[in-house]
């Protein structure tokens, strides 16, 4: 009878584990902030639980064996903080705020604000979007593709220090 009864606590702790980690490759991502370009937002050493079906899941893509998609897309606002991968090195993921949308034009003057015309259809192609990180000079022109996801929550680093 004790057999039985530890024979189902292991099923039922694996499946719980099982859970956990299709969450975690799913739905969740945890980024660690590095450097202060995002304060007061975010600080060094802040911990941000990315949702990444904010904007629809992405299945495929630069593998070359799937096409790309989305899962349950929604489309990204102007105004919204986005986690994407950087487009030089994939597995930095950067976190901006999306400032035009496809079809917008976007002018960056060298010596002043970043200045946006909505509705005139030469931004760059139907899936890019301009996004610009606080406290920075430049903003990065981002394809849909390397779109993460919405910062759901933040673990101040702070909470982390022992006193």
């Given amino acids: 009878m004790r057999v039985k ?3 189902k606590f292991l099923v039922a702790f694996a499946i719980a584990f099982m859970a956990m980690m299709a969450m975690k490759t799913l739905v969740f991502k945890v980024i660690t ?4 370009a995002l304060e007061p937002l975010y ?5 941000v639980i990315v949702n990444r079906w904010s904007y629809g899941l992405r299945v495929g893509g630069s593998d070359g064996i799937f096409s790309y998609g989305r899962l349950g897309r929604s489309n990204v606002s102007r105004g919204d903080l986005v986690v994407f991968e950087s ?3 994939p597995s930095q993921l950067i976190i901006a705020r999306c ?5 917008d034009t976007i002018r960056v003057p060298s010596d002043s604000q970043t200045i946006i015309i909505p509705s005139l259809a030469n931004c760059a192609t139907s899936n890019y979007y ?8 430049h903003g990065f022109l981002i394809p849909e593709e390397c779109i993460i996801g919405k910062p759901l929550y933040t673990l101040h680093s702070s909470f982390f220090m022992i006193h």
Avoid: F, Q
């Fill in 5 to 7: 009864g530890k024979l």
């Fill in 33 to 36: 902030i590095e450097g202060d």
């Fill in 43 to 47: 600080s060094e050493g802040d911990r």
């Fill in 87 to 89: 487009p030089e090195t």
């Fill in 99 to 103: 400032t035009a949308l496809p079809g």
């Fill in 130 to 137: 301009w996004m610009e990180p606080p406290n920075e000079a």
